[in-house]
């Protein structure tokens, strides 16, 4: 069986990369890709099901916090009742997104932030270096550069310092983690196209 799975894992993989240099493996490979959403999809759905799972026996159990665990189910059904009945564009859907799922990303994401800068603090508390030194003051930098003031930019930090940080600096370490990261995919690729890992059937 595993001879099999290795098989089928490395002839779909070299068939799909050989739909990127020839015309004649085109066709497939759009169907193999399609075939690979559609089970993404059902692996999403999965998830869904077994999501819901986990939290009814929380709240079947009474366990702490099923109090969330029940919000959680009743937002995730009736999304999805409001989603199926109506379309993405009905303005009872937007108006859902732009009142309630855009700001709890923001607020979640706002605390990330204040958590990030909490974290750094404590890390310097615990052990002083250049490197956490250097974290907390962009930190500090970005925080300041980023808030609303009622006159406008904060000046100095919002002008000139700010755009610096995050067009150059950031920008920069965000491209060198994408070239890692498809560095690493490239290698887990070509390990699975090899058959030297083995995710499906074991090794």
Same mark, same amino acid.
């Given at each position: 069986?595993?001879?099999?799975?290795?098989?089928?894992?490395?002839?779909?993989?070299?068939?799909?990369?050989?739909?990127?240099?020839?015309?004649?493996?085109?066709?497939?490979?759009?169907?193999? #890709?399609?075939?690979?959403?559609?089970?993404?999809?059902?692996?999403?759905?999965?998830?869904?099901?077994?999501?819901?799972?986990?939290?009814?026996?929380?709240?079947?159990?009474?366990?702490?916090?099923?109090?969330?665990?029940? #919000?959680?189910?009743?937002?995730?059904?009736?999304?999805?009742?409001?989603?199926?009945?109506?379309?993405?564009?009905?303005?009872?859907?937007?108006?859902?997104?732009?009142?309630?799922?855009?700001?709890?990303?923001?607020?979640?994401?706002?605390?990330?932030?204040?958590?990030?800068?909490y974290a750094?603090?404590?890390? #310097?508390?615990?052990?002083?270096?250049?490197?956490?030194?250097?974290?907390?003051?962009?930190?500090?930098?970005?925080?300041?550069?980023?808030?609303?003031?009622?006159?406008?930019?904060?000046?100095?930090?919002?002008?000139?310092?700010?755009?610096?940080?995050?067009?150059?600096?950031?920008?920069?370490?965000?491209?060198?983690?994408?070239?890692?990261?498809?560095?690493?995919?490239?290698?887990t690729g #070509?390990?699975?196209?090899f058959g030297?890992?083995?995710?499906?059937?074991?090794?």
């Amino acid at each position: 069986m595993r001879i099999i799975t290795a098989v089928i894992a490395i002839a779909t993989g070299t068939l799909i990369l050989l739909g990127y240099f020839f015309e004649a493996f085109t066709d497939i490979q759009t169907l193999l #890709l399609n075939w690979a959403v559609i089970l993404a999809g059902v692996a999403a759905i999965v998830g869904i099901f077994n999501l819901i799972a986990v939290h009814a026996d929380k709240i079947r159990r009474a366990e702490k916090g099923s109090v969330y665990s029940a #919000l959680l189910l009743i937002g995730l059904v009736g999304t999805l009742l409001v989603g199926m009945l109506l379309t993405p564009r009905h303005p009872v859907m937007q108006l859902l997104l732009n009142g309630i799922i855009l700001p709890v990303e923001a607020a979640l994401m706002a605390l990330l932030a204040v958590s990030l800068l909490y974290a750094a603090i404590r890390l #310097l508390r615990r052990r002083t270096d250049v490197m956490g030194i250097v974290f907390l003051l962009t930190a500090i930098i970005l925080f300041l550069g980023s808030a609303t003031l009622p006159f406008g930019d904060m000046p100095l930090f919002g002008t000139l310092i700010h755009p610096w940080v995050t067009q150059i600096w950031a920008l920069g370490g965000a491209r060198g983690i994408l070239i890692g990261v498809a560095l690493g995919t490239l290698t887990t690729g #070509l390990r699975v196209l090899f058959g030297v890992d083995r995710p499906y059937g074991g090794n």
